[in-house]
């Protein structure tokens, strides 16, 4: 019922920054969840931030203060503004819409060096 497909991710130095996109092919103005979820190498799948239809957001205990989630309904896309990088926030990244069941992205990697 949708394809989405994140873009933004590369390599970055600590402390640094990047925003990744997810584009929807269609309006998400109806989606009540919508988030980003990583997988680290060796690890599994874990939400990093998730955001409602109403803008409620919520976060991973880990990334709270350095990420930021929104959503822009008119052009269909939900962003990831990462900032204050982190080695250990290195993994492939996923966007999700849950829509009775859950659909994902194809992921874009993000690599921290230190």
């Known amino acids: 019922q949708v394809q989405l497909v994140e873009s933004g991710g590369g390599l970055v130095q600590a402390g640094g920054s990047l925003r990744l996109s997810c584009a929807a092919s269609r309006s998400i103005f109806s989606i009540n969840n919508m988030g980003w979820y990583r997988q680290a190498p060796g690890k599994q799948r874990e939400l990093v931030a998730g955001?409602?239809?109403?803008?409620?957001?919520n976060y991973a205990d880990s990334v709270k203060g350095r990420f930021t989630i929104s959503r822009d309904n008119a052009k269909n896309t939900v962003y990831l503004q990462m900032s204050s990088l982190k080695p250990e926030d290195t993994g492939v990244y996923y966007c999700?819409?849950?829509?009775?069941?859950?659909?994902w992205g194809q992921g874009t990697q993000v690599t921290v060096s230190s």
């Open positions: 999700n819409a849950y829509l009775g069941i859950d659909y």
């Open positions: 955001i409602t239809r109403s803008g409620r957001t």
